[in-house]
């Protein structure tokens, strides 16, 4: 039997193989709330086989949405997230959801605030230009969030959490050297860095860590000058291990400001403005978007030989993730020593891929990385290939 296959287990928690849906956000929950359609989507990804399904963008409090059409983990949505639950498990699959905060990175919270203060590019049409510092209270408050969410997602019957420490989210602008400029406890060394990051995780495990399996999704590096460097990785990667995280997933990027870091291929900016709601927002991506938005060339399993040092520098499991479109990227990762594998835009475009696994077929993703799945999320993500 191939790795992918093969059963695996992460913390308190055994899956039926190796495969994971990796959280790609499904613009199916234009209320916050959770959806017939989203449960559809996660059904139909147990039902086709993967272990793992993690809903996407869980946001921990309600200023923790980046956008308004984001779910809301609080007690109004364990109903959803029950039925979500159940229809993943009749389908023989396992539920994750992705715990996260936006921080500064906001055009729906009316007090964007991050590690430290600055220009908020992304709410300035929605009239939130200005990110101000966090104090011990908002640490508090948001690290309470983690943790009840965490329990929302438990009694909800979720199978595991995904805590969000990448992509340029409230956590890893914590991380970030180029978004964190803070002089106290929180800011300048990696340790200090890392202090709030680990405390939000901690506050996770402590709540629901004997019984769901609890993963963090880190970026190796950010992808901009002056941004976290993939020589702080393996340490970030150890402080989670001690945390008490049973999993660690391996990415890269700030959305907001090396979004195509964290993809790669096409960047498809026309589409991206069209899917723009605000005119300013448009007519920025239209007029300055080639100059704003850098490419970055897919390759394969892009992120396979950058997280090497963090499968090294630990004991639990690492998730493969970025580009893994064969049978032969994912036979590389778990090669380089990754004990599971996550994908995005392979499944979406490919509904039978595990299937064709399953056969012992070789399968190779259609998904030629145009990215347009991205530019369409907020009307139900989908492969927008024929
Ligand atoms: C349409 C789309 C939406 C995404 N939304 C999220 C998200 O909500 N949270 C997240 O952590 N990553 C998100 N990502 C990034 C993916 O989780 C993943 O890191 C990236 O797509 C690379 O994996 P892939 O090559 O298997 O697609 C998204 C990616 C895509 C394509």
Redesign the pocket.
């Known amino acids: 039997m191939i790795p992918a296959l093969e059963p695996g287990q992460i913390g308190p928690l055994t899956l039926r193989n190796r495969v994971i849906k ?4 499904e613009g199916m929950t234009p209320t916050g709330r959770v959806t017939d359609a989203l449960i559809e989507h996660h059904a139909a990804m147990a039902r086709n086989g993967v272990a793992l399904t993690t809903v ?2 869980g946001a921990v409090e309600d200023a923790g949405r980046t956008f308004t059409k984001q779910l809301l983990v609080d007690e109004a949505s364990v109903e959803g997230l029950r039925k979500l639950a159940d229809a993943v498990h009749a389908e023989g699959g396992a539920a994750c959801l ?1 715990l ?1 905060h936006c921080g500064g990175f906001t055009k729906h919270s009316a007090d964007p605030r991050g590690p430290s203060g600055g220009w908020n590019a992304y709410g300035t049409a929605s009239g939130r230009p200005i990110i101000r510092a966090m104090t011990e209270a908002h640490m508090d408050r948001v690290t309470a969030a983690f943790a009840r969410a965490a329990s929302i997602a438990a009694e909800a019957g979720f199978d595991a959490v995904e805590v ?1 420490v ?2 340029g989210y409230l956590l890893s602008q914590f991380l970030s050297p180029a978004m964190n400029t803070r002089t106290d406890a929180y800011g300048g060394s990696l340790e200090n860095r890392l202090r709030f990051p680990l405390r939000c995780t901690q506050a996770v495990v402590d709540q629901v860590g004997d019984r769901l399996a609890v993963l963090a ?1 880190m970026n190796l590096e950010d992808g901009i000058v002056g941004g976290l460097s993939s020589d702080e990785a393996p340490q970030i990667a150890r402080a989670l291990e001690q945390a008490g995280v049973h999993a660690l997933i391996t ?1 890269g990027g700030l959305v907001q400001r090396s979004a195509f870091f ?3 291929g096409t960047v498809p900016l026309a589409e991206m403005a069209a899917a723009e709601e605000g005119w300013l927002q448009f007519f920025a991506l239209r007029v300055f978007g080639s100059f704003l938005v850098k490419p970055f060339s897919w390759t394969p399993g892009f992120f396979i030989a950058p997280g090497q040092p963090v499968v090294d520098a630990v004991q639990i499991p690492v998730v493969a ?4 479109d064969s049978a032969d990227t994912l036979n590389k990762a778990f090669d380089a020593g990754y004990r599971f594998t ?5 499944l ?1 475009a490919d509904p039978d891929f595990i299937a064709r696994l399953t056969r012992g077929e070789k399968p190779v993703s259609r998904c030629n990385h145009c ?1 347009l ?2 530019a369409q ?1 907020d009307s139900g ?1 989908r492969c927008a290939l024929p």
């Open positions: 990796t959280a790609t956000f996407a963008y992705q996260a969000h990448g992509h999704k990415s964290l993809m790669r993730l970025g580009g893994l996550a994908m995005g835009r392979t979406l990215n799945c991205v999320m993500v």
